[in-house]
């Protein structure tokens, strides 16, 4: 069992920046993949960034050179630092602990209760 909890959203202008913080209530933190996914109303959930146990990344196109995903194992947590924010990215995110089976990102059922972040125009 894995309990994650998210912090880090809120309301922040187009071309703004905010961080988000997905801490891990587990001693076995680092053995996971961790990614965070989005969801805007009446849309499909997507893959924003994941980070594997090693530290490796990826990210969707849509969020490629503004966010970045790490993680910081002695403390359980994994970020994501979103910059040049733009109102499309307005949405719920998640975080989501998992593993890769080679370069593909798969989920657990282990889930974070999400954070809100609004981009204004």
């Known amino acids: 069992q894995v309990q994650l909890v998210e912090s880090g959203g809120g309301l922040v202008q187009a071309g703004g920046s905010l961080r988000l913080s997905c801490a891990a209530r587990?001693?076995?933190?680092?053995?996971?993949?961790v990614a965070w996914y989005r969801q805007a109303p009446g849309k499909q959930r997507e893959l924003v960034a994941a980070?594997?146990?090693?530290?490796?990344?990826n990210y969707a196109e849509t969020v490629k050179g503004r966010f970045t995903i790490s993680r910081d194992n002695a403390k359980n947590t994994v970020y994501l630092q979103m910059n040049s924010l733009i109102p499309e990215d307005t949405a719920v995110y998640s975080c989501?602990?998992?593993?890769?089976?080679?370069?593909?990102?798969?989920?657990?059922?282990?889930w974070g209760q999400g954070t809100q972040v609004t981009v204004s125009s």
């Open positions: 587990t001693s076995t933190f680092s053995i996971y993949a």
């Open positions: 980070i594997s146990e090693r530290g490796s990344t």
């Open positions: 989501n602990a998992g593993t890769y089976i080679g370069t593909r990102y798969v989920s657990y059922a282990w």
